[in-house]
T-cell receptor, first 117, second 114 residues
């Protein structure tokens, strides 16, 4: 079965510092991976996705993620944090297991990012 | 704004009651997905419809049901509500079905069962 694990339920950084949010996946087939952001009292917004093209994926708001098959990782980074980046971030894998005809997402538990002034 | 709309935004009801949550997908999207977000379970997939037909089923209770209508909007029906059903329910839509399709999420319906 496919799954994702997000390391760290809460990450705190200073404004201007590097943001690193960790995500490891488990999949027996080539995965399709996504990062979503959820601001308070809002729905989820797609930051970026990996669908087996370039391993370094650039997303919105200056975020990027690198797919590393050898490490089964898809960590999210941003060179310089901004106060507006404070939110909850979710890593997800699309369920492409045999017998699944849909495209359901399997989410990690989420990482709450705090940005200190 | 993702283009996915959900009504109502908030719903407060009592145990044993039945409620209906409504979702309108983005224009042109054929797939609708329902997810439940709770503190203890996180984000869990419930069910997917594609062009009016059920495509995939997840951890959806028998007390819950859904359908997608010819105009592609979808409804999630929750019956015999229990305290543990209190959660945020999200609808998402995508153009087609399949692993690479981007799912666009609505703002959610917050259900409180008292």
């Amino acid at each position: 079965a496919q799954s994702v694990t997000q390391l760290g339920s809460h990450v705190s950084v200073s404004e201007g510092a590097l943001v690193l949010l960790r995500c490891n996946y488990s999949s027996s087939v080539p995965p399709y991976l996504f990062w979503y952001v959820q601001y308070p009292n809002q729905g989820l917004q797609l930051l970026l996705k990996y669908t087996s093209a370039a391993t370094l994926v650039k997303g919105i708001n200056g975020f990027e993620a690198e797919f590393k098959k050898s490490e089964t990782s898809f960590h999210l980074t941003k060179p310089s944090a901004h106060m507006s980046d404070a939110a909850e971030y979710f890593c997800a894998v699309s369920d492409t297991s045999r017998g699944n005809q849909g495209g359901k997402l399997i989410f990690g538990q989420g990482t709450e990012l705090s940005v200190k002034p | 704004d993702s283009g996915v709309t959900q009504t109502p935004k908030h719903l407060i009801t009592a145990t044993g009651q039945r409620v209906t949550l409504r979702c309108s997908p983005r224009s042109g999207d054929l797939s609708v997905y329902w997810y439940q977000q709770s503190l203890d379970q996180g984000l869990q997939f419930l069910i997917q419809y594609y062009n009016g037909e059920e495509r995939a089923k997840g951890n959806i209770l028998e007390r819950f049901s859904a359908q997608q209508f010819p105009d592609l909007h979808s409804e999630l029906n929750l019956s015999s509500l229990e305290l543990g059903d209190s959660a945020l329910y999200f609808c998402a839509s995508s153009a087609r079905t399949g692993g690479t399709d981007t799912q666009y999420f609505g703002p959610g319906t917050r259900l409180t069962v008292l």
